[in-house]
């Protein structure tokens, strides 16, 4: 299984970005999907899944803001950030779980078993 994260960079506050993940070896719609984040010395956080029904959950703190979204046939996973404040910027992971349900460890991160190597946002004006 790889994941492949991309579309990080360095935006302004109040703007915009949208990260993609390409999956291989692992699809995107029979399973549960999704993106978490870390700033260094504090906790990697959930930001939002996805599981095979469709059913999307969001951190309360993006909710409003980002929008979880896959294209199956592409096997790619997005994430839409609008609305971009500082307290955004970090290292940001694509996650799976051999679990077509995220609800069972979410907003954890204990069932997650792949991770990528993550792509960076910055937020600063």
């Known amino acids: 299984v790889q994941l492949l994260e991309s579309g990080g960079g360095l935006v302004q506050p109040g703007g915009s970005l949208r990260l993609s993940c390409e999956a291989s070896?692992?699809?995107?719609?029979?399973?549960?999907s999704g993106w978490f984040r870390q700033v260094p010395g504090k906790k990697r956080e959930g930001v939002a899944v996805i599981d095979s029904d469709g059913v999307i959950s969001y951190q309360k703190s993006v909710k409003g803001r980002f929008t979880l979204f896959r294209d199956g046939p592409k096997n790619i996973l997005y994430l839409q950030m609008n609305s971009l404040k500082y307290e955004d910027t970090a290292m940001y992971y694509c996650?799976?779980?051999?679990?077509?349900?995220?609800?069972?460890?979410?907003?954890?991160?204990?069932?997650?078993?792949?991770w990528g190597k993550g792509t960076q946002v910055t937020v600063s004006s």
């Open positions: 996650v799976a779980a051999m679990s077509a349900e995220c609800y069972t460890f979410w907003p954890g991160s204990d069932g997650l078993d792949y």
């Open positions: 070896g692992f699809s995107v719609s029979r399973y549960c």
